[in-house]
């Protein structure tokens, strides 16, 4: 990248699945001059040479660039708050704060909430509460996040509601029929992370099975412990009807595959795996998850029906069904996502 190049957006995230696609839009709608994205680390293959658009840099060489980089752009996204080197460098270069903007994804709030009482843990959380209420813009595609942002980190930004990622977009296409007396296929959770809570539903699953159905758990990511513990109870409890997903997948063909499924089966106390979920209800399918959490709240608000998942049924019939379609469909288009963009790319005009 030639510092000649203007630089309108300087982005500071991982070069992981989530900003794969988002700079893969940029450059199919032709708005990708002007951004960069700097990455502190690089969690998906390069397909070959790496794009113009991305600067690597770690250690001391981070914190450089994010001096030179953040200089001179007109604004800095943050996608996802999840590394303490982001939190260093604007402690120690406060004066950037005041064109910064955070796009929340979930994890790196509830973190909050995490227990954890390591020095290191209490460290970041000390920085956090540093950081988070001086930030002057909050992205989110789930309200209640940017209430409980509020609550908890004294946050006095402006708070936008937008979805920014390409992936939460659910085009309309046509489901194949469910053939006649074919074996449910359930899929359950979205990672191999605890928060899921697939040991009370894979047991509650179990009382309910009749013999056939097959159940199908992605766990490529997150913890290697927890996800052995997971397809050690999905063996024994399903045995070779159980399928664990344990390598990423394509986009495409995990949409592909999501057609295939009868019902969503989600556990987890806080907003998680929304975009699968909204896929999911987004192709007609029926979707359990526990009430009260923000994403149940923001789904509901929309008038879109989910099922409280401790009255699972194994029936994927219900009577909203197009009703769901029409709604997810509707409101995550790419005509809202563009528009959620032109506002997280414009100029910061409040102070926190």
Known sequence: MSDANKIKILHLGGYDKFTKIFFEFLEEHDSIR????????????????????????????????????????????????????????????????????????????????????????????????????????????????????????????????????????????????????????????????????HGEMLDLISRKDDGRLHVHCPLAYGEKAYRHRVIAQGKRLFGDRFHPIVKMIPLDEYLDFLTTIDLGVFNSDRQQAMGTIRTLLGYGKRVFMPPGTTSWEHLRSLNVRVFDVQDLELDPDFPEKEENRRIICGHYSEENLIAGLRRIFAPITTTA
């Not at 996608?79 to 994890?107: A, E």
């Not at 959380?125 to 950081?131: A, F, K, S």
């Not at 942002?149 to 194949?176: A, D, H, L, M």
């Not at 029929?177 to 959770?189: F, N, Q, S, T």
């Open 34 to 197: 002007g951004h960069v994205l700097l990455a502190a680390s690089i969690e998906t293959p390069l397909p070959g040479l790496p794009p113009t658009w991305l600067v690597r840099a770690s250690g001391v060489k981070y914190f450089a660039e994010v001096l030179r980089l953040g200089l001179r752009a007109e604004k800095i996204v943050i996608h996802g708050l999840t590394d303490s080197r982001t939190l260093r460098v604007l402690i120690l270069q406060p004066w950037l704060l005041r064109k910064t903007c955070w796009i929340l994804w979930g994890g790196d709030l509830y973190v909050y909430r995490d227990r954890n009482t390591s020095l290191r843990h209490r460290c970041i959380e000390l920085m956090r509460r540093l950081v988070i209420p001086r930030i002057p813009q909050i992205f989110s595609a789930t309200p209640g996040d940017g209430v409980l942002c509020r609550q908890w980190y004294k946050i006095r930004g402006e708070y936008i509601n937008v979805f920014t990622y390409p992936n939460s977009v659910v085009p309309w296409r046509e489901i194949p029929c469910r053939p006649e007396g074919a074996p449910l296929r359930l899929l359950v959770g979205n990672s191999a992370l605890p928060s899921n809570g």
